[in-house]
T-cell receptor, first 114, second 109 residues
Framework: EAQVTQNPRYLITVTGKKLTVTCSQN?????MSWYRQDPGLGLRQIYY???????DKGDVPEGYKVSRKEKRNFPLILESPSPNQTSLYFC?????????????FGPGTRLLVL | SQQGEEDPQALSIQEGENATMNCSYKTSINNLQWYRQNSGRGLVHLIL?????REKHSGRLRVTLDTSKKSSSLLITASRAADTASYFCATDVTHDMRFGAGTRLTVKP
């Protein structure tokens, strides 16, 4: 089944404790992206990747890191989480770029930073 | 920053009625997409309309695009309780799509 998976789905952590949210897609998509969703603000892009080893900042990259060592995986890293990073996070992928076609979204990761 | 803005923020209708949601955006676009999100879940793509198209249909969905007014509308006909969800428009900006805050649709049985 074609899908985007994220892990964990729910995470409670404390300020400053490094964490990684994994994202994997099995559709051989070149483009992958991370969003955060906050009430009243819609989805805001954090980082995106056009292909392996090619990443770029989105609208709200501060406090986040990403890597794209393999085509299928695009982990989101919070080196020192803070309470303002409490949010719902989505990973998405598409074949060649979000502009041209459908993005497929993962189920989301709900993060609470205390 | 947000590019698309949906209106209304919330809409409540009875099953069988039509639901219309609007989206306004600020800059020129190549295409506009509508997505649906069930509570707390990932977004699901509904329809894409290109800037040279004025109307598009998919099942009970009808999307219009007016590039002169920088606006789009999503019409869901003969709504069902299962249509209860949030609906987002997204417009293309450089390498990615920019999403609005969404319209929360409630369809009462």
């Amino acid at each position: 089944e074609a899908q985007v998976t994220q892990n964990p789905r729910y995470l409670i952590t404390v300020t400053g404790k490094k964490l990684t949210v994994t994202c994997s897609q099995n559709m051989n998509h070149e483009y992958m992206s991370w969003y955060r969703q906050d009430p009243g603000l819609g989805l805001r892009q954090i980082y995106y990747s056009m292909n392996v080893e090619v990443t770029d900042k989105g609208d709200v990259p501060e406090g986040y890191k990403v890597s794209r060592k393999e085509k299928r995986n695009f982990p989101l890293i919070l080196e020192s989480p803070s309470p303002n990073q409490t949010s719902l996070y989505f990973c998405a992928s598409s074949f060649q770029g979000a502009r041209q076609e459908t993005q497929y979204f993962g189920p989301g990761t709900r993060l609470l930073v205390l | 920053s947000q590019q698309g803005e949906e209106d209304p923020q919330a809409l409540s209708i009875q099953e069988g009625e039509n639901a219309t949601m609007n989206c306004s955006y600020k800059t020129s676009i190549n295409n506009l997409q509508w997505y649906r999100q069930n509570s707390g879940r990932g977004l699901v793509h509904l329809i894409l309309i290109r800037s040279n198209e004025r109307e598009k249909h998919s099942g009970r969905l009808r999307v219009t695009l007016d590039t002169s007014k920088k606006s789009s509308s999503l019409l869901i006909t003969a709504s069902r309780a299962a249509d209860t969800a949030s609906y987002f428009c997204a417009t293309d900006v450089t390498h990615d799509m920019r999403f609005g805050a969404g319209t929360r649709l409630t369809v009462k049985p």
